[in-house]
């Protein structure tokens, strides 16, 4: 899986290059739009390779849960940046609105129509793997968007060469970038969501809370948090209280609920303090 993303990334990079080389010889706003579009690509794929990565790096004494927080700061400074590139596409949009360019259609087809067929190549690489891993499928959503952005360019291209009208370019440009602040302020929201410790969107607290409450054992679910670490990584700790006739069966309580945790939630840190009436007679 690993070795594939690698290709994707490499792969995605040559598209960056290639529709800016593309866009500055045909004076095309729309392509040198798209190129930064692609750049959310590799920016997610790399993103992903840095998650695989640090998943192998031991935790130490300073950093107790390990470099999983790398990976979210990555995309923080990711989303950050697509925010201002998309600020510099609506700037340059603004100014050709102004003073339309005149746009050289065939080397712009030709590029844009390149990049498609390289963005084709990366979804039939990602798609098997999409629907069992999250990072993959994150960055397989990426190449799916860039693909329609690339459709975008090479009807514009068609349009122009048609119609002669350079104004299409840069509201083209203006559609593209669109799409790319988009994704930037999503992808800062869930980041800000992960550093405040929010619960993870794929799993809804009251559903744990039932879960765990449904055990014959258990009396009672309090003080349950659940929070990401990083990626498809989740951490939970909770209090429980158990009936005092199973005082004796703690530690095979607690091997259920981490098996449950881990099977049904895809939760694998989990911090549990047993409560019983014994030593917490006050609480109701």
Not at 7 to 27: C, D, H, K, Y
Not at 46 to 72: D, M, N, Q, T
Not at 244 to 260: G, P, V
Request: with cysteine.
């Amino acid at each position: 899986m690993e070795h594939r993303l690698w290709l994707v990334f490499v792969i995605s990079i040559s598209i960056f290059v290639l529709e800016i080389i593309g866009g500055i010889l045909s004076n095309s706003l729309a392509l040198i739009s798209d190129s930064f579009h692609v750049m959310l690509d590799f920016s997610a794929i790399g993103i992903s390779l840095i998650a695989f990565r640090i998943a192998k790096k031991p935790h130490s004494v300073k950093l107790s849960f390990g470099f999983h927080r790398a990976e979210i700061v990555a995309a923080l400074i990711n989303g950050i940046t697509l925010i201002l590139v998309s600020g510099f596409i609506f700037y340059e949009s603004y100014k050709r609105f102004l003073d339309p360019q005149a746009i050289q259609t065939d080397t712009l087809l030709g590029f844009a129509i390149a990049g498609f067929a390289a963005n084709l190549v990366m979804m039939i690489l990602l798609k098997k793997e999409s629907h069992s891993n999250l990072n993959i499928k994150g960055s397989y959503t990426h190449v799916i968007g860039d693909m329609l952005s690339s459709v975008g360019v090479i009807i514009g291209g068609i349009i122009i060469s048609i119609t002669n009208y350079p104004i299409i370019d840069p509201i083209v440009s203006v559609g593209i970038g669109m799409l790319i602040i988009r994704s930037g302020i999503m992808l800062c929201k869930e980041c800000v969501h992960i550093f405040m410790e929010g619960t993870p969107k794929e799993i809804r607290i009251e559903s744990v809370s039932d879960e765990i409450e449904r055990l014959k054992e258990v009396s009672e679910v309090h003080d349950l948090h659940i929070w990401t670490l990083t990626s498809n990584v989740f951490a939970m700790s909770a209090h429980v209280k158990i009936r005092s006739e199973f005082i004796s069966q703690t530690n095979n309580l607690l091997r259920k609920i981490n098996e449950i945790m881990k099977e049904k939630f895809g939760i694998n840190h989990c911090t549990i303090q047993i409560e019983h009436d014994l030593i917490n007679p006050d609480r109701k």
